[in-house]
């Protein structure tokens, strides 16, 4: 079993640290650490879930554009960092599973290892005061 | 494969009568297989080596990182000076620098009075990262570690045994320690099912709550890391400079009157010569 490169293990060790929820994805999407703060958002344990697929996480919750009308995957930053290699910054809504809908603002940045090599991306999100 | 530990100590050489049961030196391990022979790192211990009794004309010293501790042999290194010689270095690439253009700031004025480009022997720099290589009978990889600067670990698989040397190493630094799934451990890619693996362990458990970030492991750690790679046997590396031959022992003794999941563990010493088959 080849274990995770070492920038992708200190980007987890850092989110574990964190009181902001943490999304950390491989380079195709699929998400392969959150932490405890993340866990409220997804609704779901790290521990019980383990790495998601792409396909499984993007599902948990809708994004929702300024007119709260659904908001295209390439409309999220998490997935422009994925597609581009680069940092973006978004404020939107979600709508959990609950019907729970919150605006939240997230900034995704690309994990480029010493080598160059994009090696993954992380999400954070943080909380937004305006309404 | 024989390993020849030629040099344990961590940081600084601690020359003196109170180390001279596992030695003062600082890290320098030699591996040598059908007359060939591969250097890890090039600390003080360096001034030690002996080159195998076969002529050879090839050199080949594999850095594990840059720090002082582990390349202040360097300048001192015979072969360097000797024109008939073809030396290989190899050493984890920066984000900036070549390692040609690394090694230059040390082997130059006025830290050194030779220049490098001035050194008689044949140089090959090797820059490498998460790789793999054939050095005659050695099959190596190198995979980064956590350890401040570009530091990694050395995986060498010769004819019937595979030795692990991972000397400068925190793979426990975060919030709740090394993380339990082979997945995220650093080095675990490394020290996979060893025969042999040599970790830092420069801290006692209860000194390291102290010395968190400082790119070292506890004896602890260290114990916990083997046992989860499964390998066969560990050899505490990077003793701490401070600690005496007598020090040592008490906390080996200690040590072994604990309860571990892992128990075929020793602190390295210079001098020692083993065999792995």
């Avoid at chain 1, 994805?25 to 699929?30: E, Q």
């Avoid at chain 2, 850095?63 to 290989?88: A, N, R, W, Y």
């Avoid at chain 2, 890391?225 to 003793?239: D, G």
Wanted: aromatic letters at 10%; proline letters at 5%.
């Amino acid at each position: 079993m080849a274990s995770h490169e070492i920038e992708i293990i200190l980007n987890r060790q850092l989110a574990d640290c964190l009181s902001l929820p943490v999304f950390i994805t491989d380079t195709i999407g699929n998400l392969i650490f959150y932490n405890e703060p993340a866990e409220l958002i997804l609704g779901t344990r790290y521990g019980e879930t383990g790495e998601m697929k792409v396909e499984t996480w993007s599902t948990i919750f809708k994004p929702l554009d300024e007119e709260r009308n659904p908001l295209a995957p390439e409309g999220l930053p998490l997935v422009q960092t994925l597609n581009d290699q680069l940092p973006h910054h978004r404020v939107f809504w979600i709508e959990s599973l609950t019907g729970k809908i919150e605006k939240i603002s997230v900034t995704s940045y690309p994990i480029i290892g010493r080598m160059g090599k994009f090696l993954g991306a992380v999400a954070i999100f943080w909380e937004t005061k305006d309404t | 494969m024989k390993v020849s530990i030629k040099g344990v100590r961590g940081s600084i050489p601690t020359a003196g009568s109170e180390t001279s049961y596992y030695g003062g030196n600082t890290a320098c391990v030699t591996l040598l297989e059908d007359d060939w022979m591969i250097i890890l790192d090039a600390g003080s211990g360096l001034q030690k080596v002996t080159l195998p009794q076969k002529p050879t004309n090839r050199i080949d010293i594999l850095l594990t990182h840059l720090h002082f501790d582990h390349i202040q042999g360097l300048g001192f290194f015979g072969s360097l000076f000797d024109p008939s010689k073809e030396v290989h270095i190899w050493a984890p690439e920066s984000s900036t620098q070549s390692l040609n253009s690394r090694l230059n700031r040390f082997l130059s004025p006025p830290f050194f009075p030779v220049m490098m480009r001035d050194l008689p022997c044949k140089l090959f720099l090797h820059d490498i990262s998460k790789s793999s290589f054939q050095i005659g009978p050695f099959s190596i990889e190198s995979k980064y570690v956590i350890h401040p600067g570009p530091t990694v670990g050395y995986r060498i698989t010769g004819k019937n045994a595979v030795l692990a040397y991972i000397p400068d190493h925190e793979q426990a630094l975060g919030l709740s320690g090394m993380i339990e799934d082979k997945k995220w451990i650093s080095g675990f890619d490394i020290a996979d099912k060893a025969d042999l693996l040599l970790h830092d362990a420069q801290y006692t458990g209860y000194e390291y709550k102290e010395k968190i970030g400082w790119g070292h492991s506890s004896m602890e750690d260290a114990i916990k890391f083997a046992a989860v790679a499964e390998v066969k046997r560990l050899l505490f590396f990077h003793h701490d400079p401070s600690r005496t031959d007598e020090q040592l022992d008490i906390i080996f003794s200690k040590l072994k009157q604990k309860d571990f999941e892992f128990e075929n563990f020793d602190f390295a010493r210079e001098g020692t010569d083993i065999d792995l088959g």
